[in-house]
């Protein structure tokens, strides 16, 4: 990142290839001045991928099957139930590592005690109490018959439930950049105005992975339109976030979730490369869909670790908010 | 009256008594650590361990699950006499290798506008009568977003529990009208507790009274009802920037920003509902 902008008081501007000591700042013997987030990396990163990639495969499943009488050859079933499935897959397992993430998951049904629209978590258990069901019943009706005479219902069953899981699916692919972002964690809280439309473009890219990955290349073509679309969303909105946050961007390109970031900005990259290049190709497109779904859940891993690494050093909490106040600290650091 | 300045209100208390809070005069504390024995034992807060910083008289860190008391050691190479630092009165030739000792004990700052409580989404916060903020450890599930909600690093999971935990400022204590047992504990009176009215009014004299006094560096924390939390309940008078004591130097309540968010969630989900559609066609 640049080092424009003043940084706070004694605070010398850096180089990419600096050795000088970084900005100066003053803290309680280094130690950090947030607590560490609590949430497990496994569960909490890998829901923020799966429920992307459930919402946006639900809202894709639900665009390709819905419309007035499609013409012959534009029904893709071959991609639908895959996308059905798949969404029902990650938002089951996302319900799992949700409840295993607590301190108390014999109390996971306390999430639906009150209402608070304060809190995104409460918004998102309200919409994950809604989609999950409408998710998961859309694909079990179609391996689960219906029982005597309610077999004739099953087809305009399945199209509500659909339905409901496709227009919930926005939702719970970006309320999720709201919850990690109304934390006083720098790098999330920095990233406020682009994370849901950063976590939008993930879950776009990796909906239209599953699809690329497993429907055959005559019927993945809108899979491989909105995977596309998303990588080159997710790339761009990935960049606008790190240049306009500021000093906690520094997060996003060191150490872990540096490492994570630019694996998953590579995958990103060459997973749309080839679905642009394998549009014949059921090999090109296999490997074009894997990209982009292991891509975007690098990026939601790369953004969450960021984000531990920004709330563990003083730095990141006390620079910003000396820039803030316009003053500067009133000593320079103490010599050790 | 507006919510900011009465929170219980603000919480649907009708009737309620008077917000009460901490005054913590940081330049007479003496680190006796009393405070912090005193709400371990009242609150049968349990052992986290003895972790031997090598850093100060300091060995329990910072607040947390099990720490909701934590009292700051802070050795300074400049004369006793300069606690203003470069404004504050010129010190001697010579006497740059002397030490001063900042001392401070840390608590929940039972913010006007809590993060904590904003973001729980079981209700397990709330705010009391009295306008503190207090988990409810029958309803907490454990869910962990207070903890990177908190500005000040203040509430934490305690790992064997699995819920989390902070001061409550003595909620019982205070339903039997005592005072929280740190204050109660404090030899020096450096942990005061009362109407958050006229502590307010009383760290302002004393602020006067030191200033007159040459001590320059010392400035109030956490009083300001303007500031990025709507004012603490618990506010320090500081001796150095609140940075030095391991308190943020302008803590913000980011659900503050939440309207806005929702707004921009709003729009990406519009966004990829369109592209859905259009991907679609």
């Known amino acids: 990142m640049s080092a424009a902008g003043p940084r706070s008081g004694r605070g010398r501007r850096r180089g990419p290839a600096s050795v000088v000591p970084e900005a100066e700042f003053r803290s309680y013997y280094g130690l950090p001045v947030l607590n560490r987030p609590t949430w497990k990396p496994l569960d909490i990163a890998g829901y923020l991928f799966l429920g992307g990639l459930a919402g946006a495969s639900s809202a894709l499943a639900a665009a390709v ?97 659909g339905l409901v899981a496709g227009l919930a699916g926005p939702a719970v692919a970006t309320y999720t950049g709201v919850l990690i972002s109304d934390t006083a964690v720098p790098a999330w809280h920095g990233g406020y105005r682009e994370m849901p439309f950063y976590f939008a473009s993930s879950a776009s890219s990796a909906a239209g ?80 869909g894997a990209g982009l779904l292991a891509g975007s859940a690098l990026t939601r891993f ?24 316009g003053s500067r600290p009133s000593e320079p650091p103490e010599p050790c | ?47 986290d361990g003895l972790k031997f910083s090598g850093m100060s008289f300091d060995n329990s860190w910072g607040l947390g699950a099990d720490t909701w008391r934590h009292v700051a050691f802070i050795e300074q190479r ?42 729980c989404p079981t209700g397990a916060l709330f705010r009391t009568e009295f306008a503190t903020v207090v988990v409810q450890s029958d309803v907490c599930n454990g869910c962990g977003y207070c903890v990177p909600a908190c500005p000040y690093g203040v509430i934490d999971q305690r790992k064997e529990d699995g819920r989390v935990w902070k001061c409550t400022l003595c909620y019982d204590r205070l339903k039997d009208g005592m005072e929280p047992a740190c204050a109660k504990a404090c030899p020096t009176q450096s942990i005061q507790f009362g109407p958050l009215d006229q502590l307010r009014e009383r760290a302002a004299g004393r602020l006067e009274d030191l200033q007159e006094r040459g001590v320059t560096g010392a400035r109030l924390y956490g009083d300001d009802p303007h500031d990025g939390v ?28 939440l309207p806005s968010m929702w707004k921009r969630a709003g729009l990406a989900a519009l966004a990829l509902a369109g592209a859905v559609i259009a991907a679609a066609r």
Request: contains cysteine; charged residues 15%.
């Open chain 1, 65 to 161: 099957s819905t419309g007035a009488a499609p013409p012959p050859g534009r029904v893709r079933p071959g991609l639908v139930a895959p996308l059905r499935f798949g969404a029902a897959g990650a938002i089951g397992l996302s319900l799992v590592a949700l409840v295993h993430d607590l301190g108390r998951p014999a109390r996971f049904y306390n999430m639906m005690r009150v209402f608070k629209p304060s809190s995104p978590m409460s918004v998102g258990s309200w919409i994950l109490s809604v989609y999950a069901p409408a998710a998961i019943g859309t694909a079990a009706l179609d391996v689960v018959p219906l029982p005597g005479r309610l077999g004739p219902a099953r087809r305009p069953l399945q199209h509500a439930a």
């Open chain 2, 230 to 257: 709507g004012g603490a309940g618990a506010f320090f008078l500081l001796l150095d920037d609140p940075e030095v004591y391991g308190l943020p130097p302008d803590p913000v309540v980011t659900t503050r920003d």
């Open chain 2, 1 to 47: 009256m507006p919510v900011g300045t009465d929170p219980a209100a603000g919480a649907g208390w009708e009737s309620h008594p008077a917000r009460v809070g901490f005054f913590t005069d940081t330049s007479i504390c003496i680190g006796c650590k009393a405070c912090e024995v005193a709400c371990k034992e009242w609150n049968q807060v349990p052992d």
């Open chain 1, 302 to 325: 790369g953004v969450f670790h960021a984000g531990v690494a920004s709330a563990e050093d003083p730095r990141y909490t006390v620079q910003p908010q000396r820039e803030s106040l």
């Open chain 1, 209 to 288: 992975g599953l699809g690329l990955l497993t429907a055959p290349v005559d019927a993945s073509a809108p899979a491989r339109r909105l995977g596309v679309a998303g990588a080159v969303a997710e790339l761009a909105v990935g960049r606008v976030m790190r240049a306009r946050m500021g000093l906690a961007a520094e997060t996003f390109e060191r150490g872990r979730a540096g490492r994570l970031l630019r694996a998953a900005e590579a995958l990103t990259a060459a997973g749309a490369g080839l679905a642009l290049a394998g549009r014949r190709s059921r090999a090109v497109s296999v490997a074009a």
């Open chain 2, 78 to 119: 400049r004369p006793v006499a300069a606690t203003g630092g470069a404004a504050g009165p010129a010190s001697p030739p010579g006497a740059a290798g002397e030490l001063r000792w900042l001392m401070s004990s840390d608590v929940c700052k039972h913010c006007t506008h809590a993060a904590c409580l904003d973001v």
